[in-house]
């Protein structure tokens, strides 16, 4: 069974960095866009980067700058780094394999539990 295992969140300090990992199982990642959401508590679970097998990738705009995704397709494996961290992403942290349907991405596997980071001094 395709399994997704966020981690690597924590509580850092406004001004920290994080570094989250996902490990997709199975042997389709390499051809997928990977992404990387966030719920924070009473709002939708929203896109915050993605990465195109072509090496594409989009922000959130409320990140850009502060956070870079990138992956280790041997490893099947998808980073965020994220720097510069501020109150506002507060959230639980959660990464799929997404693909394009209709006129909206949709995530290709089971969601994962993922990781919670707190941003707070």
């Known amino acids: 069974q395709v399994q997704v295992v966020e981690s690597g969140g924590g509580l850092v300090q406004p001004g920290g960095s994080l570094r989250l990992s996902c490990v997709v199982s199975?042997?389709?990642?390499?051809?997928?866009?990977v992404a990387w959401y966030r719920q924070a508590p009473g709002k939708q679970r929203d896109m915050v980067a993605s990465?195109?097998?072509?090496?594409?990738?989009i922000y959130a705009d409320s990140v850009k700058g502060r956070f870079t995704i990138s992956r280790d397709n041997a490893k099947n494996t998808v980073y965020l780094q994220m720097n510069s961290l501020i109150p506002e992403d507060t959230a639980v942290y959660y990464c799929?394999?997404?693909?394009?349907?209709?006129?909206?991405?949709?995530?290709?596997?089971?969601w994962g539990q993922g990781t919670q980071v707190t941003v707070s001094s």
């Open positions: 799929n394999l997404i693909r394009w349907i209709g006129s909206s991405y949709v995530a290709v596997r089971n």
């Open positions: 199975g042997n389709i990642f390499s051809t997928y866009t």
């Open positions: 990465l195109t097998v072509g090496g594409n990738t």
